[in-house]
């Protein structure tokens, strides 16, 4: 009924359901000229607040839920104790959902929890996602939510991030400036945002150099044996291939195996560097160049906004885009040294 | 009211009060004869059922809990993996929650799950716990439960671990296979009977090569940089030893970055092996030998006994107590080489 009555409101004073429903909740995110106008059609059009509705929202679950594809990547694992060292806080207790990088399963954790099981929702979109319907549906029914890391764009929610552009930028140009000619970018297949934004970073290093010809992207998937084939025929095929830039760890695990394999030498045939959050990558033989991103960082800051949100407050407008810069750490797997 | 009446019936009967509810709701796991007997005195004494507890057991969440202590590390990821791909061919979804290897948010996850949020709860025990009663009080009120790898062995239910004594003697034994005289035991602190089942496994190796005298045990906790300071300090006062056996794998880790700063190289002055679960630890510098546990296997065991409970279905004896063993994979830390 509510639904109802509030997409009837939006509709006719063009608004979203959720501007509407945020108005006559009296939110501080809303203007008060926009309140008064919502305010006053809702009386006109007898409009009644569902009482359950409301109930749910006083009647706090005092959990939250942060949906993410996968934990075997330390990056969700160091994003999550970051999630819940704020929730902890604030005696909250944290829900985590994996969706394994399936659409089908991200929509279902959706579906179950706008029934108020969770008074708010942080999600980390998995690659597999090609419709946001579920993402809009969820975010329509007035239930917090908040992005971090793999965001769907168009859709208005908070989301916090690393700067993903630049930070592929400075690991392509640190092959560049450490010797290498013709760097590949080793991407993961999928819809990511993510993805496209480290690819433009890789780019646009090729640009700065003036080596945009040389652009050669692999593309790769979850599945690891796959991957080593696909990375062995590359380099075979393309022999002047003197450094890899690899979008996730996995790649570069890979590579580093397909290497070996090969009787390619790191750094000194070949130079990786790659995202990562594994402590132990400065135990590699050698040690990986690793972009690292703000992990724990991410998972506070994007808990906070969140319960800012649960809690009506008004975000500052930096608060709705936050970037947090990811730091470039480099090791012997990129350094320069006298070919042999 | 239904707990007191259960706990008169047990306290009268001299059974647990998980096998009278058992008994009443007529489970496969409860024999004939005991259920008359519980059932004829629950009509004498006017036993009445409570009618909430009986819906939440029908009306089920379609939800299972599993607790760790932790995710960074690469085997409790891995056994969510194997929880979700059984969980989701039932279509039940999977609450995870962390204790971060605290007592305190264990009993707090318990309590919170008691009260039929899910059909029932999977926990690997935080290595902080020693006061049992919130796991007692949890089988008490007759939710499902399964432990897994770390368990509270005084409580009568089912587990399913790795065989960790014998996958302990195997890693000891090999690193005397290889040469080494003097193998130092790398131990975390806590009162978890892994942690006393590896050390068995290690001493029961001392012994069978006469070795006992040479016990030498370093307990470590969660800090890396305590646990570099106090293995540094130890391997210079000890100059003999020649392998250590980390028990987990964040020990191998703080033991490369000692030996490093030491310049100690591995393995031909100290060689090492470590329960690990790390993918990457091929690719270590020297490739780490390691006792790889079952972890995605124990997953999918855990949840399949689970689910049996849950549906009343009969045990097997042999599904009581499961032990799925680990494998030791042998790489270049622990290789015979000669000294240099």
Redesign the interface.
Known sequence: MENLNLKKLAEELNLSISTVSRALRDSHEIGEQTKQRVKALAKKLGFQPNPHASSLRKNKSKTIAVIVP???N?FF??V??GV?EVA?KKGY??????T?EDQG?EI??LR?LRNGRVDGVMISVSNTTTSFEHLKAYKDADVPLVFFDRIYENLDVPRITTDDTEAAYKATEHLFKMGCKRVAYLSMSGNLSISSRRKRGYKRALEKYSLAENELTVECNMNDDENRKKISLFLQQNKAVDGIFAAVEKLA?NS??VCHDLKLNIPNDIKVVSFSN??????????LSAIVQPAYEIGKEATTILFKIIDDKVLLPTENNVIIPSILVERKSTSRQPRQ
């Open positions: 996968e934990i075997e330390n694992s160091q999550i104790n819940e902890q207790h944290v829900l985590i959902y994996l394994h399963r279902d954790i179950l695990v580093y195996q594994l402590a132990a990558a400065a135990l590699f033989d050698p040690p």
